[in-house]
């Protein structure tokens, strides 16, 4: 394996596996927008809820993947979602967007998860930065500004993560049953500097900057764990830990490579300096969840014991761009080898050459979780098609 081959074999995978997946199989050309799901058995469920999430990252993949491969197609896919999505998910009435419409594109969770608004910015800003549309750069930014004005903590600093539709008080406040409901978490933090590092790209703007540096420093004093260099995971809102000791590995390498971007365009030297160590500090911690065929395992709870080892799609994507970050900043060459490693396992285990698109996981033994779903409110092309991306871009 090498540098051409792996950008070969990415760029391959992601006009002929994923995004011809979605466009032929999951773009719902009745009511607009993408279908709420396909099951882990490859059947289509036309009438399931269309989920925030999924539709933000559609609006960013098919933004971004016209931005770097220039096909028309991709922009008209992305065209159709960003209107689709200034239509339905934005809140006329009370701003932000909606977590969750019906199939046909009725509201039926109104609450406001910043993590979602956050897509939102995202997905809108790379549709800006690919196109140079003044309405998507416009929302983009009111979508900050709700942002700072309704989830940031002025007390103890950091974001919240949720309100009800009005941007009142919400009880609870978790992304799904999967997670512990704390007022703060990594995951919403790292999904919000994630989209104020893409709108810093088109929008010089000094509150952005400011905010930027602040998410940078929260990372670094708060979320950062000193002892191990893994990044916890739960907090109060006065930063206390909660839902105990876990490690999430793939959120570990996701947020050195994400942290390391963010600093980047900034363009500040010293910041960029600081953050050089904690980068490689981060992603070396995450080679706790490493297998020998080159896989991750998802993440572990060191008060019980447990480790989730099973090998999901999204991790492995994360994987592969976070060490081949570390090969193209620091040319550290055994970080480049994991990379290969890591895609060649997605390439034999993850990747579904029949139907498309990759399968959500295999257990350590190599068992299929056909359980999950193949495409749905939190499987889609983000993370695989953003990893492919990352690699054209990189190497050009």
Same mark, same amino acid.
């Given at each position: 394996?090498?540098? %051409?081959?792996?950008?070969?074999?990415?760029?391959?995978?992601?006009?002929?596996?994923?995004?011809?997946?979605?466009?032929?199989?999951?773009?719902?050309?009745?009511?607009?927008?993408?279908?709420?799901?396909? $099951?882990?058995?490859?059947?289509?469920?036309?009438?399931?809820?269309?989920?925030?999430?999924?539709?933000?990252?559609?609006?960013?993949?098919?933004?971004?993947?016209?931005?770097?491969?220039?096909?028309?197609?991709?922009?008209?896919?992305?065209?159709?979602?960003?209107?689709?999505?200034?239509?339905?998910f934005?809140?006329?009435e009370?701003?932000?967007?909606?977590?969750?419409?019906?199939?046909?594109?009725n509201?039926?969770? $109104?609450?406001?998860?910043?993590?979602?608004?956050?897509?939102?910015?995202?997905?809108?800003?790379?549709?800006?930065?690919?196109?140079?549309?003044k %309405?998507?750069? %416009?929302?983009?930014?009111?979508?900050?500004e709700?942002?700072?004005?309704?989830?940031? @903590?002025?007390?103890?600093?950091?974001y919240?993560?949720?309100?009800?539709?009005e941007?009142?008080e919400?009880?609870?406040?978790?992304?799904?049953?999967?997670?512990?409901?704390?007022?703060?978490?990594?995951?919403?933090?790292?999904?919000?500097?994630?989209?104020?590092?893409?709108?810093?790209?088109?929008?010089?703007? %000094?509150?952005?900057?400011?905010?930027?540096?602040?998410?940078?420093?929260i990372? $670094?004093?708060?979320?950062?764990?000193p002892?191990?260099?893994?990044?916890?995971?739960?907090?109060?809102?006065?930063?206390?830990?909660?839902?105990?000791?876990?490690?999430?590995?793939?959120?570990?390498?996701?947020?050195?490579?994400?942290?390391?971007?963010?600093?980047?365009?900034?363009?500040d030297?010293?910041?960029?300096?600081?953050?050089?160590?904690?980068?490689?500090?981060?992603?070396?911690?995450?080679?706790?969840?490493?297998?020998?065929?080159?896989?991750?395992?998802?993440?572990?709870?060191?008060?019980?014991?447990?480790?989730?080892?099973?090998?999901?799609?999204w991790?492995?994507?994360?994987?592969?761009?976070?060490?081949?970050?570390?090969y193209?900043?620091?040319? @550290?060459?055994?970080?480049?080898?994991?990379?290969?490693?890591c895609?060649?396992?997605?390439?034999?285990?993850?990747?579904?050459?029949?139907?498309?698109?990759?399968?959500?996981?295999?257990?350590?033994?190599?068992?299929?979780? $056909?359980?999950?779903?193949?495409?749905?409110?939190?499987?889609?092309?983000?993370?695989?098609?953003?990893?492919?991306?990352?690699?054209?871009?990189?190497?050009?």
């Amino acid at each position: 394996m090498n540098i %051409e081959k792996l950008k070969a074999e990415a760029k391959d995978v992601l006009q002929n596996n994923i995004l011809s997946f979605w466009l032929n199989k999951m773009e719902d050309r009745e009511n607009r927008g993408y279908y709420g799901q396909m $099951t882990g058995k490859g059947e289509l469920v036309k009438t399931a809820n269309k989920g925030g999430i999924l539709n933000a990252r559609m609006l960013w993949t098919y933004s971004s993947a016209y931005r770097v491969l220039g096909n028309p197609e991709y922009l008209m896919a992305a065209t159709r979602q960003k209107d689709y999505i200034l239509e339905h998910f934005y809140d006329k009435e009370f701003g932000g967007t909606f977590w969750e419409l019906d199939y046909l594109g009725n509201p039926v969770d $109104t609450k406001k998860q910043f993590y979602a608004l956050g897509f939102m910015i995202y997905g809108l800003s790379e549709y800006a930065r690919a196109t140079g549309d003044k %309405e998507a750069l %416009e929302y983009a930014i009111r979508l900050f500004e709700t942002i700072e004005e309704h989830s940031l @903590d002025k007390e103890y600093n950091g974001y919240i993560e949720a309100c009800t539709r009005e941007w009142g008080e919400i009880a609870d406040m978790r992304l799904s049953d999967k997670d512990a409901n704390f007022p703060k978490s990594q995951n919403t933090h790292l999904h919000i500097i994630e989209p104020y590092t893409n709108l810093y790209r088109i929008w010089k703007d %000094e509150r952005l900057e400011k905010a930027l540096r602040n998410l940078i420093n929260i990372f $670094t004093d708060k979320i950062l764990n000193p002892e191990t260099h893994h990044l916890d995971l739960f907090f109060e809102n006065d930063w206390t830990r909660g839902a105990g000791a876990l490690e999430s590995y793939g959120h570990d390498i996701e947020c050195s490579w994400l942290m390391h971007e963010a600093a980047l365009v900034l363009g500040d030297e010293a910041l960029l300096a600081k953050m050089e160590t904690v980068v490689k500090q981060v992603a070396k911690a995450s080679e706790k969840g490493l297998m020998p065929d080159g896989s991750m395992v998802h993440e572990a709870n060191l008060d019980t014991g447990y480790v989730d080892s099973d090998l999901h799609w999204w991790v492995q994507a994360e994987t592969v761009v976070g060490f081949i970050n570390l090969y193209e900043h620091f040319n @550290d060459e055994d970080a480049l080898n994991k990379a290969f490693s890591c895609w060649e396992y997605i390439k034999k285990n993850l990747i579904d050459y029949e139907n498309g698109e990759w399968f959500w996981s295999r257990d350590k033994d190599g068992n299929l979780n $056909t359980t999950d779903d193949k495409a749905g409110f939190w499987k889609c092309p983000y993370h695989n098609g953003r990893m492919c991306l990352e690699i054209i871009e990189r190497f050009k």
